[in-house]
Every structure is written in structure tokens, then in C-alpha cells.
């Protein structure tokens, strides 16, 4: 469930006033903005928001339980040029943190410092970005590429804290080799720069699997995974995220009978590097083979795709997942 309210030109100066508010079973946001398409009459686009955010954190897709709780809270001032094919940007604000709602056994299992679990940490942060895009079309490009960088600088305003600097390189590769087949080359790059890893706030860490990174894993799910025993003592893994990853995603994309519809066949590679979690799949490359259906509408492809994993590490793991969603996967 969502909602939006938007007011163009309150004050006559060009500006935008407005409000988005998100709701679904484990996610809600509340966002209130002011835009402006130029600062100080330069034609730099500035944003001034405020946020909250709260997460909840299942076990697993599907689980009505718990993990943990990540709640942010803050406000920003964003500022913003754009180029012909070239864009920076650059987010600067204060933000509050914090993970509730996590017993000691699942703090160990995410490797997840217990000094920080209800604990308000306040942070100054810093994130620039730079984009090259040079596509044919946004929503479903047969030729060019584009290239993103953002980092995001987290700088506590307490000493007992420590600070993190993540890190994260895209790069996407679209090419008609043979009428009408486009092949599409993602690759992304991440790491965050910190000692200690169990200080690092868990929607801050790197992720995959999921619709738009390993298909062949659900959501998050992609190993090294951390592990608890639940109430009938039966061994539980659940998303720790990592401290480095890779991604790869390769896919043939073809017409499928008419314009309409599309077939796709996809190779994703993975590699989630996380802290101090022991588990013999720590940096081992995770792979996944499928295939996609898109039915092409006005606002982007809505999607369907099934992967296959090439190796299962748990027992208790399917070997395949399936998504359904609007939008390519890159």
C-alpha cells in the first residue's frame, strides 16, 4: 500500500513540496520533500528530505517471524547536475540507526556486534554518485552502456563508534550481435572499508540473490550464511550479508511470436564475502542458469524469471527460484 501528495510551485519559485508513504508486511517508509531545480541560480537540481524508515527482517521468504528490526531516521540535503550523457550527484545529511529486536543467538548468527542492539547511533553520512549512460532506451535498451559509481561515507558522531566507507561499481554491456537477439553483460563491483564488520549495521551490508542479482537464489538468500537453532532446536540460516561482492549477469534477449513478448536466457555468477562467519562457502563463486518471459507494456517489461543453482550448499534449500516482477533485472 502506498500513497503520494505533491504540490507544484508553492512559493512560486519553481519548487516541488511533497510526501511518498510505503507500506508492506516487512517494509514502511514516510518520506517528506522539497525540491528545487536550481541553488543559489546556478542549475544545480537540490533536494531537501526527511525520512523514516523501519525494516523487518524475516528468517526467510515467506516467514511471518522476525530476524531483526533496522530502523533509520533522518535528513538530507541533495544536490544534483546532469549533462547530456553525464550525471553527479552528491547526498549529504544526518541520520540516526538502529537494529532492535535481535536475541544474542541471531546477533551471532549475522555476526552483528551486541554493544549496538538498541542502541540509537548517529551518523554523518556523505554520498556521491556518477552515472554515464548512454543507452538507446531506459526501460529496455538494445545497444550502449552504462556506467555507475556511488560511495557512501558513514562518520559517527560518537567516539565509541566506528565509521564505513561502502564502496559499489556497476557496469552494464547492451549489443544486437545477430537480428533481433541483444545480448546484455552486467557486472558490479562492492566493498566496504571498515575493521570491524560486526559494527556495521545490517541494511548497510552487501546482499544477493534475488530478482535482481542471483535468480537462482530468493531474495538475500545467496551464501555464507549465518545460523541459529530456532524453539525446536533444528539448525536455521539466515542472510548475515558480506563485506565484499561480486555480481555478473549475462543474457541473451529475444522476441518471442510478436513485438510483445520476449524470451530471455540468463547466466548469473556470484561471490558474497562477509566478516567472521565460518562457513567453507565463504568467497566460493555461486552460479545459476535460467530462463525469462517479458510481456513489453507502456512503463517497462513485466517479467517472470526462473534460475536453476548449480551446486546446493544446505540441505534445506530448494534448488531453483522463480520471480515475478515489472522492470528488466538490469
Known sequence: FGSSFLWKNPFQNGGQLGCDVDFTR????????????????????????GYLVRYDQPPFMGSKKTLYKAIQRGFLCGFSNKKKNFSSGTNIGLELAKTTDVSN????????????????????????????????????????TFSLLTLKGMF???????????????????????????FALRLR????FNKAFSHIMPPERFYLGGAYSLRSYSSDAAPPLGYYANDEGVRQYVPAGGK?????????RSPLF?????????????????????????????????????????????????GWKW??????????????TLGQAF
Open 26 to 49: 516487512f517494509y514502511k517508509e514516510l518520506r517528506a520533500f522539497y525540491k528545487l531545480p536550481w541553488i543559489f541560480s546556478k542549475p544545480i537540481r537540490t533536494i531537501f528530505k
Open 105 to 144: 543467538d541471531i546477533a551471532q548468527a549475522i555476526d552483528f556486534s551486541t554493544n549496538l542492539i538498541d542502541k540509537n547511533v548517529p551518523y554523518l553520512f556523505i554520498e556521491p554518485n556518477f552515472i554515464m549512460d548512454f543507452l538507446d532506451n531506459n526501460l529496455n535498451p538494445t545497444k550502449g
Open 156 to 182: 559517527p558522531l560518537k567516539k565509541d563508534d566506528t565509521f564505513f566507507i561502502r564502496i559499489l561499481l556497476e557496469q552494464s554491456f547492451f549489443s544486437k550481435f545477430y537480428t533481433p537477439f541483444v
Open 189 to 192: 563491483l562492492g566493498h566496504i
Open 244 to 252: 565484499t561482492m561480486f555480481n555478473a549477469n549475462i543474457e541473451i
Open 258 to 306: 510478436f513485438q510483445a513478448l520476449g524470451l530471455v536466457i540468463f547466466q548469473d555468477f556470484g561471490i558474497l564475502k562477509g566478516g567472521s562467519v565460518i562457513e567453507p562457502i565463504q568467497g566460493k563463486i555461486l552460479a545459476g542458469t535460467g530462463f525469462g518471459v517479458r510481456y513489453y507494456t507502456p512503463v517497462g517489461p513485466l517479467r517472470f524469471d526462473i
Open 311 to 324: 551446486k546446493k550448499y544446505y540441505e534445506s534449500e530448494p534448488g531453483f527460484s522463480w520471480f515475478l
